[in-house]
């Protein structure tokens, strides 16, 4: 909507005082002047305080001035509301179409218009910026700031120029720019004019002719338009959007001008975000503040970061260090870091040297040691977070660091990222190899339903295709659950998920956005981990391990055995014992979970990861293929046997949790609704534990340590037992039957395969003080109350709520609803991000913190949105 301008008389000029733009580093008339970068820091600081100062009183404009700023505004309305035909009072008057410019990752996409004759152009873009309203608004009025004329110069403009100070919120300014050769240079002569409105400002730029800046031979003069608002969020965080029309003139063809204005001009906020977190130091900065500045690094020396020659990375990250009051401050006392970045940037994978020295200790040597591990430990790990989570802890050095500048993980997080988003083993590889892989199951199990089929075998055919599609139903109604609360093209979103369903590549598309470090999107159910997670979760048990199994029966059963029956056995296998190996080793090398839960997540170590994933992997294939094996034996020889079984297993286990009074589902959900589902819940994971042997199961609120650590031993010891019955009692005379010789044999080699890789990742690889988990007795209804009870802050004291009530309320109800009285008034003043109100039933909430919540407010009522509650405030805590 256009803002309403009333005309004011016109004031006579004010006489400013002398601006001290002489004194900062800039070129004037082949004269040279260098000035420290942290002094020229402190005179924009000076220039925008005296701007500030200057605007704080009433300003009259007159009609010349308001008649600008109009005319900007229609400009940035025509492109807001996404007008197909542009008015003659903007200046647009061809009929234009819009389309989406991709920028960097730290802004919005742009949009731009295009005039039908092509001539003119017009670009809308925005981005946050983190610092203050009035800081970001002089920063782009004040065009004599020495920063502006130092990276003006260094991006190719000869002439940055104020002309005249025609009051406190009108300038004239003269711009010249280089072009390539044939091409003439272009230079542009604008009135600035800056306004203050209700709730944001504005600043409109627009191309005039002045006196002072007379047309010069060779030299093309532009035609141009800007608008720009300014839009507080927040004290310390500025919305910022800038919507621009240009003509670069002469005879430049259309498409070359806008192949060359149009990405400048959506790059716009760019330079104002980039200044803002280089002159932050340290101490004030926030963990997106270290974002920001560890993706600024690796944009801003993309160019060279892939050149075998190192000079030109080293003479860019000095430059960006230079201008980065943290990593100045952080290079005072630790003078090698440019170096380790340098390495990191340059990302080559090496054979790893570890330096085990402290920070006092460290040298410039141990430091290019340090950055070239970098790159291993993005190859090792699944994730950004947990790359440099393990390549921290692998240099206690590095440890110190991080300490000391805080700024510094969230950085390397940032920098991991943008790596992993651009190299060919990154991202992009995961996600070709977790599709890949599903994808090969998919075919495989494909053509086992057409084998079986074509034989006659109607019933494995069958019974193989509705496992895929109960596959399929349960990943569909993942989907469902994870999408309904989508605050944003909720539709959209869910039909595209259910096309990575239905074409077996969602395993690829959830690694990327883990890989990624994809955040959770508004109103989702659960974190991208979580949603992987449980679709690897829902693959296994609806299809992966029962597919297995039905491929061996038949193949028990068969005349003959075929080649291409043995090779979809062993890609089921692999495929789902690395499905199950990345269950665990997502959840247990997730900084974020080991934050959450460090008594019991972490047991793989920081180092020689690759050593561990192999063990865990070839532990859970000897698992997955002699579990599978023992079932079908079993089921061939008596189906009544096979049921009684798991029949009996599965009630064991369920009667010790309700022995332990354990049994109901951990997340929060209605009474009756976790009585239903615990039993589901429990069979399910249990099955999963009984067929993979993976460690994540040990978990109190999954199966807890000693009975996990007794069910290992019950699924070994089901293989021989399985293997007697078979040569015992299965149908059919001994040359009907697998020669027992074969058998034993088969069943001892996976016994002692299995043996030897589960100790040799226990007792040689898992971190020492998560042994003691493998059998520990703790119940999920005591490590759901020790969180409340023994809480090592107010966070994990608030995670009570994100339980079920029936795990603790009978218990310590009357001592949490105290606390939450207690403090529930500093909380809603604070707001710490952990404080969600919406967890928390209306019973345990003060009367005056109901009232100021409003009766009315949206409670978990329905079961689908407990559910969905449950997963969206639980994320990686239920695992």
């Known amino acids: 909507m256009t803002a309403q301008i009333t005309p004011l008389p016109t004031p006579p000029a004010p006489a400013l005082p002398p601006h001290p733009a002489a004194l900062l580093s800039r070129r004037d008339e082949g004269e040279e002047t260098n000035l420290d970068w942290v002094e020229t820091a402190l005179l924009d600081d000076e220039i925008r305080a005296r701007f500030i100062a200057a605007v704080s009183d009433p300003q009259l404009y007159t009609d010349a001035e308001l008649a600008q700023l109009q005319a900007g505004l229609l400009m940035e309305a025509e492109v807001s509301t996404n007008r197909s035909r542009l008015t003659e009072a903007s200046g647009l008057s061809q009929k234009a179409t819009l389309k989406t410019i991709k920028t ?25 910026i983190r610092a203050s309203f009035m ?17 003006m110069e260094e991006s190719g403009v000869n002439k940055h120029k104020v002309v005249q100070h025609e009051n406190d919120h009108a300038l004239v300014f003269h711009w010249g720019f280089n072009m ?13 004019i800056i306004q203050k409105l209700e709730d944001d400002c504005i600043m409109s730029a627009q191309s005039i002719e002045h006196d002072q800046a007379p047309h010069q031979d060779g030299v093309v003069r532009i035609v141009a338009r800007r608008l720009v608002r300014f839009s507080p969020v927040s004290p310390t965080v500025t919305r910022f959007t800038v919507t621009s029309t240009f003509d670069l003139g002469g005879s430049i063809p259309s498409f070359i001008s806008r192949s060359f204005t149009t990405p400048a001009a959506a790059r716009a906020p760019l330079g104002v975000l980039r200044y803002f977190n280089q002159v932050k130091p340290a101490e004030a900065f926030e963990a997106a503040d270290a974002k920001e500045l560890g993706q600024l690094l690796v944009l801003d020396t993309d160019d060279v970061r892939g050149k075998r020659d190192w000079h030109p990375l080293e003479a860019k990250l000095r430059t960006f260090v230079d201008r980065s009051a943290a990593l100045r401050g952080a290079r005072s006392t630790c003078p090698w870091i440019e170096v380790m970045l340098k390495e990191v940037l340059r990302n080559r994978l090496r054979v790893p040297k570890g330096s085990m020295k402290a920070l006092e200790e460290f040298t410039e040597e141990d430091a290019r040691k340090a950055g070239r591990g970098f790159a291993n430990a993005l190859v090792a790990n699944v994730s950004a977070e947990a790359a440099v989570d393990e390549w921290l802890k692998t240099y206690p050095a590095l440890g110190e660091l991080e300490q000391r500048y805080p700024f510094v993980r969230p950085m390397m997080n940032a920098v991991a990222g943008a790596i992993l988003a651009q190299v060919a083993w990154g991202v992009k590889f995961r996600a070709w190899l977790g599709a890949g892989v599903s994808a090969a199951d998919g075919l495989s199990d494909a053509y086992m339903i057409k084998t079986f089929n074509d034989m006659g075998d109607t019933a494995n055919a069958k019974g193989l295709l509705a496992m895929v599609g109960a596959n399929l139903a349960i990943q569909g109604l993942i989907v469902y659950a994870q999408c309904q609360g989508l605050k944003k093209n909720r539709w959209r979103t869910a039909l595209f998920e259910m096309l990575t369903v239905v074409s077996f590549v969602k395993p690829g598309i959830d690694a990327y956005r883990v890989a990624s470090g994809a955040e959770q999107l508004p109103g989702a159910a659960a974190s991208p981990l979580v949603e992987m997670i449980w679709t690897k979760g829902g693959e296994l048990f609806f299809e992966a391990i029962p597919g297995l199994v039905l491929q061996l029966v038949a193949l028990l059963n068969a005349e003959q055995v075929s080649n291409v029956a043995i090779g979809s056995i062993l890609m089921s296998t692999a495929s789902t014992a690395l499905t199950a190996t990345t269950m665990f080793w997502d959840v247990d090398t997730d900084p974020g979970t080991r934050k959450r839960n460090p008594d019991w997540i972490g047991i793989v170590p920081d180092l020689n990861r690759g050593s561990a994933f192999a063990a865990l992997f070839f532990m859970s294939a000897f698992q ?20 009684q079984y798991v029949a009996a297993d599965h009630a064991l286990h369920l009667v010790y949790r309700v022995a332990r009074n354990d049994a109901v589902m951990y997340a929060p959900a209605p009474p009756g609704l976790s009585y239903v589902a615990a039993p589901l819940l429990r069979v399910m994971l249990k099955t999963l534990s009984d067929f993979t042997g993976g460690f994540m199961f040990r978990l109190p609120l999954i199966l807890g340590g000693s009975y996990w650590l007794f069910n290992l031993a019950m699924s070994q010891a089901s293989v021989f037992a399985c293997v007697h019955l078979y040569l015992e009692y299965a149908p059919g005379d001994g040359a009907d039957k697998i020669a027992a010789g074969t058998l034993w044999a088969g069943a001892g080699g996976l016994a002692a395969g299995w043996l030897i890789t589960f100790t ?31 809480p090592r802050d107010e966070e994990e004291a608030f995670m009570i709520y994100t339980n079920n009530l029936l795990l603790w309320e009978s218990d310590i109800g009357e001592e949490v609803k105290a606390w939450t009285a207690e403090n529930w008034a500093r909380w809603s003043e604070e707001k710490p991000s952990w404080f969600k109100p919406e967890t928390v039933p209306d019973r345990f909430i003060p009367a005056a913190g109901l009232e100021q919540l409003g009766h009315n407010r949206k409670r978990r009522g329905s079961a689908a949105e407990s559910l969905r509650q449950s997963f969206r405030e639980r994320e990686e805590d239920d695992l």
């Open 180 to 192: 390539p050769s044939p091409v003439s240079d272009r230079d542009g002569i604008f009135r600035c």
């Open 624 to 643: 997955v293929i002699a579990k599978a094996a023992a079932v079908a034996l079993l089921a061939v020889t008596s189906r009544l046997w096979l049921l």
């Open 104 to 128: 960097s990752s730290l802004l919005d996409n742009a949009v731009a218009m295009v005039s039908k004759d092509g001539r003119e152009n017009i670009v809308q873009a925005s981005g946050t």
């Open 135 to 151: 800081s970001v608004v002089a920063y782009m009025f004040c065009a004599e700031q020495g920063f502006h004329q130092i990276t």
């Open 760 to 790: 040799y990742f226990v007792f040689r690889i898992a971190v020492p003080k998560y042994r003691h988990t493998l059998w520990s007795w703790t119940s999920g209804r005591k490590l759901v109350q020790d969180h409340f009870l023994r």
